[in-house]
Each structure stands twice: as structure tokens, then as C-alpha cells.
């Protein structure tokens, strides 16, 4: 019984910004990785930025620059903070965790999505 809830999306003009949050609540015992993927209409889901195991992060190129990934590990809740954002970055936003359960199985989960839509 393990849930990510992702709040923040939502529309905004090409130029502004949003900021998603995601936690993950339930029967976990400790989380490996989180982060965030999209997927656009007619596309493959996609990674846009996450927080690796060992603590580094990896971004998509085509926001580098753009959008910051942050956690806060007490809350379980990751962020993606997006500046200057695209038409392009149009899509539904997933959140995604890597984690032990507290009956230590490991497991991925996702979040049910949250939708940006960037206008031009």
C-alpha cells in the first residue's frame, strides 16, 4: 500500500513557471530514487529529472537549465521546480519512486499523473 500524490500542474503561458510536488506515503521503508517522467500526446514516456540512488541527479537535455529537481526526505516529497517553460514541455507529468516496502520487496511506483500545459 504504497501512493505518490503529485500536485502543481496545471496552465501557464510559454515564459512562466510551475512547480510539482510529489509524496509518496504508505508501508515504506526507505526510498532508493524518485523523480519525474512525462509523456506527450502521441510520444514515449520520458525521463525529465530524477534523484539517482546514490544521491546525484540526472536531467533531461532539453531541460537542463530550465527545471530543478529538489526533495525534502523527512516529507518523502520530491519537486520539479520549471522555469521559462515550452510549448514543448506540454505533457502529463509523472512521478516515479524506486523503493523498499516495509516487507523489504522493492518496487516501482508511479503516481497518476498530473497534466502542464504550456501555451504559446
Known amino acids: 500500500q504504497v501512493q505518490l500524490e503529485e500536485s502543481g500542474g496545471g496552465l501557464v503561458q510559454a515564459g512562466g513557471s510551475l512547480r510539482l510536488s510529489c509524496t509518496a506515503s504508505?508501508?515504506?521503508?526507505?526510498?532508493?530514487?524518485m523523480g519525474w517522467y512525462r509523456q506527450a500526446p502521441g510520444k514515449q514516456r520520458e525521463l525529465v529529472a530524477a534523484f539517482t540512488r546514490g544521491g546525484s541527479t540526472n536531467y533531461a537535455d532539453s531541460v537542463k537549465g530550465r527545471f530543478t529537481i529538489s526533495r525534502d526526505n523527512a516529507k518523502k516529497t520530491v519537486y520539479l521546480q520549471m522555469d521559462s517553460l515550452k510549448p514543448e514541455d506540454t505533457a502529463v507529468y509523472y512521478c516515479n519512486a524506486d523503493l523498499l516496502t516495509s516487507a523489504l520487496k522493492r518496487d516501482y511506483y508511479w503516481g497518476q499523473g498530473t497534466q502542464v500545459t504550456v501555451s504559446s
Open positions: 504508505g508501508s515504506i521503508f526507505s526510498i532508493n530514487a
